[in-house]
């Protein structure tokens, strides 16, 4: 039976992209800054907000984007601003 069936559609691009970015910047970054980036896998919550839609049918889209705590590091990281990044 197909019609007890739901299809996710996840768009993380947007997650994508600042992870990214962030990895290209945390190279140079001092190392108790690095290991506040690390700090962020302990608390997921902290690194993405996860948006449903609704849709009519058996489509549920999920789009999983960065947190505004994480937007605000990557942006410090990348100006390399590490005095208003809390470790």
């Known amino acids: 039976m197909d019609s007890n069936k739901i299809m996710l559609k996840v768009d993380a691009s947007a997650l994508e992209e600042c992870i990214q970015g962030l990895l290209a910047d945390l190279p140079d970054a001092p190392y108790q800054v690095r290991m506040r980036a690390l700090d962020f896998l302990d608390n997921f919550s902290e690194?993405?907000?996860?948006?449903?839609?609704?849709?009519?049918?058996?489509?549920?889209?999920?789009?999983?984007?960065?947190?505004?705590?994480?937007?605000?590091?990557?942006a410090a990281v990348r100006a390399r601003d590490f005095d208003n990044i809390a470790v």
Do not use: A, H, N
Request: charged share 20%; glycine share 8%.
């Open 47 to 74: 690194l993405i907000i996860v948006e449903s839609g609704i849709t009519t049918g058996t489509d549920l889209p999920l789009l999983f984007k960065p947190s505004q705590r994480l937007l605000d590091f990557c």
